[in-house]
């Protein structure tokens, strides 16, 4: 059974930082890439960042370039989010998420989320 569980979101004042896990099982986590999404209310989902199996290709949104890094341990099968210098505009839930396709066959995880209010 696949299962993705975030971690580390919170209350933070702006200019602060957190840092977002997902632990994951389940599945070869080391077989695959990893994203990060965020929804916050109102709105639609969106992409944050991507990471490849290998953690040595990351993409990043327009609006997270500079301040937020995805990394992952293989040996731990998790993946991370370091948040710095977070806004007002970054309070989402963050979902960690990863898919694939097999035989054909469509394949999408995502966990349960994590709040990140940034207010002062």
């Known amino acids: 059974q696949v299962q993705l569980v975030e971690s580390g979101g919170g209350l933070v004042q702006p200019g602060g930082s957190l840092r977002l896990s997902c632990a994951t099982s389940g599945f070869t986590f080391s077989n695959y890439a990893m994203n990060w999404y965020r929804q916050a209310p109102g709105k639609s989902r969106e992409l944050g960042a991507y990471?490849?199996?290998?953690?040595?290709?990351?993409n990043y949104a327009d609006s997270v370039r500079g301040r937020f890094t995805i990394s992952r341990d293989n040996a731990k099968n998790t993946v991370y989010l370091q948040m710095n210098s977070l806004k007002p505009e970054d309070t989402a839930m963050y979902y960690c998420?990863?898919?694939?396709?097999?035989?054909?066959?469509?394949?999408?995880?995502w966990g349960q989320g994590t709040q990140v209010t940034v207010s002062s």
């Open positions: 990471i490849s199996v290998g953690g040595g290709i990351s």
């Open positions: 998420d990863t898919r694939w396709t097999t035989l054909g066959r469509n394949y999408h995880y």
